[in-house]
Structure formats: structure tokens, C-alpha cells
Nanobody, 128 residues
Framework: DVQLQASGGGLVQAGGSQRLSCAAS????????IGWFRQAPGKEHEGISC????????YYADSVKGRFTISSDNAKNTVYLQMDSLKPEDTAVYYC?????????????????????WGKGTLVTVSS
């Protein structure tokens, strides 16, 4: 079975840090770009970051560039999103997604429903 198991959400104060993990199984990890969308209450899904498992190329939305860092441990089939300098506007449900032979273009386009696989969301709440 295909699984994207996201973890690491929770409550954090503004200015703090949080690390999300996405453990993938059931598909060929190296063939996929894996990344994160987030959805704040009343808003559309926003593609914020992704990484290509084959060549390590990355994408960041302007809203998180310079504060978030995505990385991949191919030996563990796991992608991490290190979130620093968190702001209240980062509060959202974060979803791990995967797209075969994908690129940052799809996350930049906000193409959440065009992904191949989705994990359950994990809530990140940033208090002011």
C-alpha cells in the first residue's frame, strides 16, 4: 500500500521552529518529487515546497523562502521540512504530497489535486 505518513505538527510560538517529516512507502521513492502543501482556514491549498528525490532540486514559495528548508533522506524514504522563524500566518494544516517525475512547477501552481499521492494533514499552530 502507498503511504505518506506526515508527522511533527503542533503548537509553537511565533519565532520558533518546527520540523515536519514525511515517511513514504509503497512506491519508488527516487521517481518522485515530494513536497508540502498547506491549507489555512478558509483558504485554498498553497504549494510551499518540494524536493526531487532523483536530483535534489528544490522549490520554495515566496511566503516561506529563507525560513523553511526541505531535505530528503533517500535511505529512509523520508522528506523533512524544517520551519524556522515561524509566523502566525504559517498556521495551517500541512499535507505531504508526491508526484511522479514532478517538479516545483506543480507546487507553484497550487495543483494539489493533480498530485499522485497525499498524506493525512498535520496541524501547525503558531501563536503570537
Amino acid at each position: 500500500d502507498v503511504q505518506l505518513q506526515a508527522s511533527g505538527g503542533g503548537l509553537v510560538q511565533a519565532g520558533g521552529s518546527q520540523r515536519l517529516s514525511c515517511a513514504a512507502s509503497g512506491f519508488t521513492f527516487d521517481d518522485y518529487a515530494i513536497g508540502w502543501f498547506r491549507q489555512a482556514p478558509g483558504k485554498e491549498h498553497e504549494g510551499i515546497s518540494c524536493i526531487s528525490s532523483s536530483d535534489g532540486s528544490t522549490y520554495y514559495a515566496d511566503s516561506v523562502k529563507g525560513r523553511f528548508t526541505i531535505s530528503s533522506d533517500n535511505a529512509k524514504n523520508t522528506v523533512y521540512l524544517q520551519m524556522d522563524s515561524l509566523k502566525p500566518e504559517d498556521t495551517a494544516v500541512y499535507y505531504c504530497t508526491a508526484l511522479r517525475y514532478g517538479s516545483g512547477w506543480y507546487w507553484a501552481a497550487g495543483d494539489y489535486y493533480g498530485m499522485d499521492y497525499w498524506g493525512k494533514g498535520t496541524l501547525v499552530t503558531v501563536s503570537s
